[in-house]
């Protein structure tokens, strides 16, 4: 295994591997380390040294831009002790035992094996830009180019392979992992919708086309050829459904504009935007699978979910809701990050995280309402500040008072990265409808989903 590895998809930097096996940076995004980047994946690792000047160097006056195209193997050896660069006439050498993440991908994608998907981690170096490197950028976009349509050829073979096989799920997950990687492409979008129909999810492959419209709307595009007769097909399944739907799958047709509008409000809070939704109907018309679908699909995004469902016994009992709320979120990675002082708040608000908090707490302490919403906020804050947060909050309309006031004040100071999405029954009285209006309720008489701020 090499000492040393690349990074170029998603990010640039060169890292090192150390005894225990673990990787540690030791270049950051800089020059040098785009230097190596070309050499390495350049033929024979070689290029002329004015062609890397013009790459990198081309805002400089010639002979200052040739010093420092001279200072990058000095940077090396000072740095790290490198002895990587070497000059063979009018060219540049790369001598390194060197592993590069573009042509580990390369290799995986050109045999169509399963984990070329997973070996391609983010686009090839997006966002990288340097003064001079109008040219260097110019070549980066080839690669990317290159890259993706590979990595779509390949999650195309893995799909069909999979399916036939007999692995219906393997073929969805590649299908929606490429997706992810690729939000822009039209080809992703149109493997995915194809990959829900191929198992037979007729009502994802619907959701996603939603999606899906509403963003080529957005960006003023139009499908493509292929997606355009992928779609079609999707509509003629739709209008062909005979009345012998399964009962899994009734329960859930219908439900496909809301189901998109929560995965429109979820992007949008993870591009930093903190979101809250209101979903709101009559009894048995499947909010409480919207929720649940909506779960499971945002894990597959590998964001953070905590769900809780409001039951009739907590109108009788102050904060009984909240304090559910609490333990649901106590339960993810980070929660322990809080303050002192808020996690014993926390403690008094729901004893049996004491397993997850070792601050002390007061047995006779008594924290006002506004106390209580703060240690909560400060909760999924904590939980949020590495990944997406996703709080569903189900049934709202039995929620006690109390907890409905706190989780208004929640809806209205949401920390960044954050979807807050509540369910209730259209209020039937003043005080309720008041409880739960302030939390963005959509009208009373149908479903709907109402978006807050």
């Known amino acids: 295994m090499p000492r040393y590895f690349l990074r170029t998809l998603g990010s640039l930097g060169l890292s090192e591997s150390r005894a225990d096996g673990e990787l540690a940076a030791v270049l950051g995004a800089g020059k040098p380390t785009a230097l190596l980047a070309y050499l390495a994946l350049a033929p024979n690792r070689s290029a002329l040294r004015d062609e890397c000047i013009d790459l990198l160097w081309s805002n400089m006056e010639p002979e200052r831009a040739r010093l420092s195209l001279r200072q990058a193997p000095w940077h090396l050896r000072s740095t790290l002790g490198l002895e990587w660069l070497e000059s063979e006439g009018r060219r540049l050498v790369l001598r390194a035992d060197l592993a590069v993440d573009l042509l580990d991908f390369i290799a995986a994608a050109e045999s169509e094996r399963p984990e070329a998907i997973s070996l391609f981690t983010g686009r090839f170096m ?53 997706r992810d990687l690729l939000p822009r492409h039209q080809s992703a979008w149109r493997l995915l919708i194809e990959g829900c129909l191929a198992v037979g999810d007729r009502s994802m492959a619907l959701v996603e086309a939603e999606v899906l419209n509403r963003w080529l709307e957005d960006e003023e595009e139009d499908p493509d050829v292929l997606l355009g007769a992928t779609l079609r097909r999707l509509q003629r399944a739709r209008d062909d459904a005979s009345a012998s ?46 929720l649940g679908e909506f779960g499971d699909r945002i894990r597959a995004l590998r964001a953070r979910v905590a769900m809780v469902q409001a039951v009739p016994s907590d109108r009788g009992l102050p904060f009984s809701l909240l304090s559910r709320v609490a333990q649901s979120l106590g339960a993810l990675p980070g929660a322990a990050s809080v ?106 008489g149908g479903a709907g989903v109402r978006g807050g701020r």
């Open 126 to 178: 997006e966002a990288v830009s340097f003064p001079g490197g109008v040219a260097f950028e110019q070549w980066a976009d080839l690669q990317r180019t290159r890259a993706e349509a590979l990595l779509l050829h390949a999650a195309e073979a893995v799909i069909q392979h999979a399916l036939h096989e007999g692995r219906p799920s393997d073929a969805l997950a590649a299908a929606r992992r490429a």
């Open 245 to 290: 739907r399964n009962e899994h799958e009734a329960e859930f047709v219908g439900r496909e504009k809301e189901f998109a509008g929560l995965l429109r409000a979820f992007h949008a809070s993870a591009g930093g935007k903190p979101r809250h939704v209101h979903v709101s109907g009559g009894a048995g018309i499947g909010k409480t699978r919207l």
């Open 339 to 444: 303050a002192p002082e808020s996690a014993a708040v926390l403690v008094r608000l729901a004893p049996s995280l004491s397993a997850s908090f070792s601050a002390p707490t007061r047995v006779h302490a008594l924290d006002g309402a506004l106390v209580r919403t703060e240690a909560v906020r400060e909760l999924i804050e904590a939980v949020a500040a590495e990944r997406h947060l996703v709080l569903l909050v189900d049934d709202l309309h039995w929620g006690d008072r109390e907890s409905l006031d706190a989780l208004a004040r929640l809806a209205d100071r949401l920390p960044a990265s954050v979807l807050f999405v509540t369910t209730a029954r259209p209020p039937r009285d003043t005080g309720a409808r008041a409880a739960v209006g302030r939390t963005g309720a959509g009208a009373a």
